[in-house]
């Protein structure tokens, strides 16, 4: 493939990650500020000599910059068990990469990416990308958790970063009621911030509160059917969010999450959550709730075949 920057060919990667988003100001690239695509690039830039925004040093690639695109762009202090991004890099940059005993640059890039990253940053992965790979528009379904503490209830130290802490206590069945009026496709203008140009209606696959069975350090792990994922001991007790959605607009997850806490403390009604998602307005929002007990955990994308048509698909304008 043939890029911006001229007659030079570009390989396209796959990058899978996790973080702790407790030290980024998001992911986005910001002047100033510490994020973790300005991260990644400035790394990416150490490593290949190419310029970046971020602080690499012009060298031999100098007309290439690195640049990610990524499936979601998590706001700052969300965290991540599964992000995946794309990297186009010159042909040359790559092979450039590659030391006298390695015969793969793309493995020679993985091993020294993984050296300069930060320990908030994990390289899972690092491969070429299929025919049609898009790791924004490919992308099939998008899975995040928001993890709380209610009741007051002492939860597991190492957790602290990842959880919200209520006092209060959360009827789940209210709760419930509240989010199975997110599944479908809607418009939810009431739960983000206007992107102008865009569009904030989505397709929500499941929404659905849990409470993760307590455990002792010496009993069962809890079951993966009750929450619909694996948790670990550490989130024993936990009171965990689920939902999955094709898309998410902006703050959209938080917003959702604050509202049906409203409606958990009985300070809100399901009927009042229901209107909300019926009539897409931005007047009297609850969100977005605090940024710490949400976690992307995992990005889905169709077989290799299928890539191209979805990003096609996905690419055009929503409506209901």
Same mark, same amino acid.
């Given at each position: ?65 690195? #640049?990610? /695109?990524? %499936?979601?762009?998590? +706001? ?8 995946? @991004?794309?990297? $186009? ?7 450039s990469c590659r030391g006298h005993m390695e015969a793969d ?96 209606? #989505?397709? /929500?696959? %499941?929404?659905?509160? +849990? ?8 009993? @069962?792990?809890? $079951? ?13 007790g936990l009171t965990v969010f689920r939902i999955v959605a094709d898309a998410f607009a902006h703050n959209m ?68």
């Amino acid at each position: 493939m043939e890029g911006q920057e001229g007659k030079m060919s570009l390989v396209r990667l796959r990058m899978d990650l996790a973080y702790d988003g407790g030290g980024f100001h998001g992911w986005a690239r910001q002047p100033g500020l510490r994020t973790v695509q300005g991260c990644i690039e400035q790394a990416l830039s150490l490593i290949t000599g190419a310029r970046s925004s971020q602080g690499g040093v012009p060298h031999n690639h100098d007309v290439w910059e690195p #640049r990610l /695109v990524v %499936a979601g762009r998590t +706001d700052t202090g969300v965290h991540a068990s599964h992000q995946v @991004a794309h990297l $186009d890099i010159p042909d040359g940059v790559l092979e450039s990469c590659r030391g006298h005993m390695e015969a793969d640059g793309v493995v020679a890039l993985e091993r020294r990416l993984r050296h300069l990253l930060p320990a908030d940053i994990v390289l899972l992965g690092l491969g070429l990308a299929p025919r049609g790979f898009d790791a924004r528009f490919s992308a099939m379904e998008r899975t995040y958790l928001y993890r709380v503490s209610q009741g007051g209830q002492p939860g597991d130290p190492r957790m602290r970063g990842y959880v919200l802490d209520l006092e209060g206590s959360l009827d789940l069945q209210a709760m419930n009621e509240a989010a199975r009026a997110c599944i479908g496709l809607h418009d939810f203008g009431s739960f983000a911030r206007p992107n102008p140009g865009g569009t904030t209606i #989505r397709k /929500v696959l %499941a929404a659905h509160w +849990d409470l993760v069975p307590a455990v002792n350090l010496f009993g @069962a792990a809890p $079951d993966q059917s009750v929450v619909g994922y694996l948790p670990t001991f550490m989130e024993s007790g936990l009171t965990v969010f689920r939902i999955v959605a094709d898309a998410f607009a902006h703050n959209m997850v938080r917003s959702l999450v604050a509202a049906c806490i409203q409606v958990g403390l009985g300070r809100r009604s399901v009927p009042w959550f229901v209107d909300k998602v019926a009539r897409p307005l931005r007047e009297g929002s609850t969100g977005p709730i605090d940024a710490r007990g949400l976690t992307l955990e995992h990005v889905a994308y169709p077989p290799d075949g299928q890539l191209a048509e979805r990003a096609q698909a996905i690419r055009a304008r929503r409506t209901l």
